[in-house]
């Protein structure tokens, strides 16, 4: 102690080093503003186009579905010129056609995600979730062509609606596995516990207690994968013709739907033409919002009464 | 996770003394009571069982029998063409199949189309994907970032036809000066080069290529923002104790955290814009000449030359032409979704 003089002792008393909050430096603070604001400009961008395309598509295509016909005619013997008919042709198809395809599509893919989430073990289990996301990335093109390949031109069935369902079927297949999936995995493991202490088997536990608990979101799955199917144009535009009037017949003869509607008005050059290819890009997108309206509010209401 | 009844069922199987393998092998989902209780249902469940399971496993069989019968059938299909193909399937430029006795059909030009136009767009959404993704995640308020990523899932909802209406009719006239721009000031560049379409016209790669940046961006962002939200709290935590600014938090924790997750969301974006085919084939205009690689060239993509020649399908060898475009853009998203699978190291999510 005796060795250490006073300005020594001042010395130990103050800190070693500079003090560690320092102001951040100016540059940092620039970066840092700059980087807050190119941020929040990509989410802005994105909207552009939201609302730019939503704005047109209502803009241009609210003159059409006012029309009294819109919703309950067809285009029978309404010329390329000529204003006026519906496409309740169209919207029948395109209603048809995803419906068709998820009769086929959602048992299916609920089965096969009770088998990935209940069953899958070893390596088909493995293969299995490869394959599903592998075929959530087949281009809409590519399941047309194959459709087409098998079933037309192997088969030797026609050109039809149904055959527009089959690969609709293979783009909803994956999106159905993977919300079910998603769901079943939510099901705490508790309430099968519990199911198998009861006695009851697997199998039973599972079409019971895990299926029921997990139905809500099960749904609005399925409702979101079939409002993703309804806009698909390239399988229509492969597999079956367009027709102006209603066609019932799901095995042959061409069917309108809506998206093969805008396509086929696209080469329309009349004003007539311009205004059914908005309006039907409206109805199209009011049918879509519909369906998402549908499994947000079924996703409320199942859940609450729980 | 999925309980594991194994455990109890081969307690049983010790317990009640050894059973033939066959049956054990059964055995293992069968709750213990069943047997242990002697309910008398075990029989009948175990017929339930086994026919229940069995439905299961057939449905995941046949998604993997779905991607083999594609591939299969398209091959089939186009194996025949190809042997009557009398020009290079791989390097001609030439897609004339008017003549079922003189085919003259090859991808170069669809390739280079289609790469084009896919990768412009994904240079375009990527970063302003991953810039919306940040802002979701660690930027936007809490009670907003829902919502807002709402508004952005809203993308997807609509139909491509839709895009490709508003692309064609709205956007190509619109971005016009700004392709003029680009053309007169950067032309010596072979991007910007005077391409084989009219750039008054509007349909060119460039325009497709924005489109296709709208359509991908949804995906992109989604995949992105669900590994920056993984995030560990400590990494973040520990930057700002050590006085970052949140810029330096997320270039040094939230980045290179999710660096996997935005490479597999930007392979998914690309699958998409690879396989996209009624947006491309409204914007597109055609040419006779083939491109040269400039964003002002119009063409086809794979997906588009098949679209506008569906309404022709009617004799084998010519439609198997377009079988054989279809499976190579079949093998190729199949490589770019298997290599996005391979980069989240696991499911991913689209």
Request: aromatic share 8%; proline share 5%.
């Amino acid at each position: 102690m005796t060795s250490l003089t006073k300005t020594e002792l001042t010395k130990f008393d103050r800190p070693v080093k500079a003090p560690a909050f320092r102001r951040v430096g100016t540059a940092r603070r620039i970066k840092n503003n700059l980087a807050t604001v190119v941020f929040a400009l990509c989410f802005a961008i994105a909207l552009v186009p939201l609302g730019w395309v939503l704005w047109m598509v209502v803009s241009e295509g609210i003159g059409a579905i006012v029309s009294s016909t819109w919703w309950t005619h067809s285009q029978k013997g309404i010329l390329p010129d000529q204003s006026g008919g519906g496409v309740y042709h169209a919207i029948y198809g395109t209603i048809v056609q995803s419906a068709v395809a998820a009769a086929i599509a959602v048992p299916l893919g609920i089965m096969a995600a009770v088998y990935l989430v209940e069953y899958g073990r070893g390596r088909l289990a493995k293969v299995t979730t490869f394959m599903v996301d592998i075929l959530a990335g087949v281009p809409s093109i590519v399941a047309a062509l194959f459709v087409f390949a098998l079933w037309i031109a192997t088969f030797g069935a026609p050109q039809s609606a149904f055959a527009v369902s089959l690969a609709l079927v293979l783009l909803m297949l994956p999106v159905v596995v993977r919300s079910t999936e998603e769901m079943l995995k939510l099901v705490p493991d508790e309430l099968r516990e519990a199911s198998y202490a009861l006695g009851i088997p697997k199998w039973k536990t599972i079409v019971r207690i895990v299926i029921p608990t997990a139905a809500p979101g099960m749904i609005s799955g399925m409702l979101l994968a079939l409002a993703r199917v309804m806009g698909e144009t390239a399988p229509v535009l492969v597999l079956v013709g367009y027709a102006k009037s209603i066609n019932t017949n799901l095995f042959d003869g061409n069917m309108a739907s809506l998206p093969l509607l805008i396509y086929q008005e696209l080469a329309n050059p009349e004003a007539a033409g311009r205004e059914r290819v908005w309006g039907a890009a409206l109805t199209l997108i009011l049918l879509i919002a519909a369906l998402y309206a549908a499994a947000a509010v079924v996703n409320k209401l199942l859940t609450r009464n729980r | 996770m999925t309980v594991h009844p194994e455990v109890t069922g081969s307690d049983l199987s010790e317990s009640t003394g050894p059973l033939p393998a066959g049956e054990t092998a059964q055995m293992p989902n069968e709750p213990r009571t069943d047997q242990a209780a002697g309910v008398g249902t075990a029989p009948h469940s175990g017929r339930a069982e086994t026919i229940f399971r069995s439905m299961a496993t057939a449905s995941g069989a046949i998604i993997v029998a779905a991607i083999a019968l594609i591939a299969l059938f398209l091959l089939i299909r186009a194996v025949p063409s190809l042997r009557a193909d009398t020009v290079n399937f791989f390097t001609s430029t030439e897609f004339d199949t008017t003549d079922p006795d003189n085919l003259r059909f090859g991808i170069k030009d669809l390739l280079m189309v289609t790469v084009l136009s896919s990768v412009f767009a994904l240079v375009i959404a990527v970063p302003i994907g991953v810039g919306i993704a940040l802002f979701l995640t660690h930027y936007a308020p809490k009670a907003l970032a829902r919502p807002f990523a709402m508004l952005v899932d809203l993308l997807a909802a609509v139909p491509s036809i839709v895009f490709g209406l508003w692309g064609f009719l709205v956007l190509a006239p619109k971005i016009e000066p700004v392709q003029r721009f680009l053309n007169d000031n950067l032309g010596w560049l072979f991007l910007f080069a005077d391409g084989n379409v009219s750039i008054g016209g509007g349909g060119t790669i460039f325009t497709a290529g924005l489109v296709l940046a709208v359509m991908i961006l949804p995906i992109i962002t989604s995949v992105s923002r669900e590994v920056f939200n993984l995030t560990p709290t400590a990494h973040i935590e520990a930057a700002l104790a050590l006085g970052a600014t949140k810029w330096e938090v997320v270039r040094m924790t939230v980045l290179p955290y999710g660096r996997s997750g935005v490479i597999a969301g930007s392979m998914l974006g690309l699958g998409r814009a690879l396989g996209e085919t009624i947006a491309v084939l409204v914007v597109l205009r055609t040419s006779a000449q083939a491109g040269n690689w400039s964003l002002f060239d119009g063409g086809y993509t794979f997906a588009s030359k098949i679209a506008s020649a569906a309404s022709e399908f009617s004799s084998p060898l010519p439609t198997g032409a377009y079988i054989a475009a279809g499976f190579v853009l079949f093998a190729l998203t199949f490589v770019v979704n298997a290599l996005a699978r391979l980069a989240a190291g696991g499911k991913v999510n689209g």
